[in-house]
């Protein structure tokens, strides 16, 4: 029998009136990957920040290796062999490697940085967990993938003996993910235990060993993956069935609505984006898949008035808005769900019935001469939350107390409801849990069955392939390829991704 390298007792958290976590008895073997899944707001995050020392429980207690232990904060987590990779890194691009990795824990020679002990002991971690990374690199330098390996470093640097991953292929490509799992099973055999809270089924079923589903603050199962299936995580999960497949007919494009020729972002001899060229017509939706950093940001940035780009031509409806602000794109008929919700898609200090409002501000019936109609406001703010699943008290909450995936939900929720000719949906379901993927995916479809041309943006290439009628592939600022969605599938776009043309032929 396995020995428990961590427990959880009965642990409660509190933030107000609410319960965040419920009574939570987690129990993890040494040397498993276990997941953690649940719907957003289920308690995922909370449990982590207490178990990673950033939070203290309201109640219960965590045992170590049999032992219960108290943290005080990270680092005192840190000291107790736990180690976390955060979605967003705690990097310092401008360092090396080694420079990151031994941040604060520098071996030295006397009152000196001993640089070649801290290379040497680097690389020695590196290639016995089979990271491939070269210490001497600069971070900044670096694929996402390569990065996310010196996080693990980081944390394996400090001794961790519970690594906490969380979303941890969010912005990896299929290689890149497998590559990850290759370093998971490695930390396996050397006993190390490995949380892995993800929203991704197919993931869970490859790599973990056992499952823990929570749901509202509790958990309501415990399963052992072999002996599961995706369809009963779900039910676990949600409490329902939910269809994991996108039911869309053949699409029937009309008239161009988006057109770009020869956009180019940035200057000298290699710009961000690089002449790019392409159209998107009315009832199609056109996936852009590229790993983080290829330009796509950029490219949308240009596309929606964040940025005057530095040469080409974009056409929005029959109107030239190469130039154009954000305001005269939306009124050239733009709709944007972007990448950041917290920054560019909402008003964080500002109540959802405002963020719900943004756009409509100027219409009837929210506009009363120069006064808002604060019946109409709250009415449309409730009927979205009602329709969208929006979990909050009312309309009056503020958004910057929501978590990450109820946030994400109120700027789809203001965004598919404007009746614009384009949608541009970056990143759409990105943490969002798989009753509200399954619910933006058909709505996505059903704007595009309505006759809006969609640009879709993701970093999940099963959303790109599930979705998408055609794809265009970004790599160094360029558009590498222009598939149709049935000539594609997840090997070749990830070869794509890569720049490796010859093997994705």
Known sequence: MQMVELETAGIVKRFGTLVANDGIDLSVARGEVHAVMGENGAGKSTLMSILYGMQAPDEGSILLRGQEVRFRSAVDAIDHGMGMVHQAFKL?????????????????????????????????????????????????????????????????YRDA??????????????QERDGLFDV????????????????????????????????????????????????????????????????????????????????????G??????????????????????????????????????????????????RDVTEADVEAHRAAGLAYVPEDRAVTGTARAASA??????????????????????????????????????????????????SGGNLQKVVIARELTHQAPLLIAEQPTRGVDVGAIEFIHAELVAERDRGRAILLVSAELSEILALSDRILVMYEGRILADLPAGAADEDRLGLLMAGRTGQAA
């Open 184 to 267: 998971i099973r490695t930390l396996k055999a050397d006993q190390r235990t490995i949380l892995f809270v993800t929203h991704k089924l197919h993931e869970v079923m490859a790599i973990t060993d056992s499952v823990t589903v929570l749901r509202q603050g509790r958990v309501t199962e415990r399963m052992a993956t072999r002996d599961t299936t995706p369809a009963e995580i779900i039910r676990a999960m949600t409490g329902r069935v939910v269809n994991l497949t996108v039911d869309r007919k053949p699409a029937t494009p009309g008239a161009a609505v988006l057109d770009v020729q020869g956009l180019t972002v940035g200057t």
């Open 269 to 318: 001899a290699k710009p961000v984006v690089d002449k790019l060229s392409f159209r998107l017509h009315a009832g199609e939706i056109v996936g852009i898949a590229g790993v983080a950093g290829n330009g796509q940001t950029e490219l949308i940035e240009a596309l929606t008035g964040l940025r005057r780009p530095d040469g080409g031509r974009v056409t929005l409806s029959g």
């Open 161 to 174: 003996r519970i690594l906490i991953l969380d979303e941890p292929t969010a912005v990896l490509t299929p």
């Open 353 to 402: 019935a405002d963020n719900l409002l943004m756009g409509y501000q100027r219409k009837a019936p929210f506009t009363e001469g120069l006064r808002l109609n604060a019946k109409a406001v709250a009415e449309h703010a409730r009927r979205l939350i009602g329709r969208f699943g929006v979990k909050i008290a009312d309309e009056t909450v503020l958004v910057g107390t929501l």
């Open 92 to 156: 310092f691009n401008s360092l090396t490697v080694w420079e990151n990795v031994v941040y604060g824990r520098e071996p030295r020679r006397g009152p000196a940085l001993d640089r070649r002990a801290a290379i040497a002991q680097v690389g020695a971690l590196a290639e016995r967990f089979r990271l491939s990374v070269d210490p001497t690199a600069r971070v900044g330098d670096l694929s996402v993938g390569v990065r996310q390996r010196v996080e693990i470093l980081k944390a394996l």
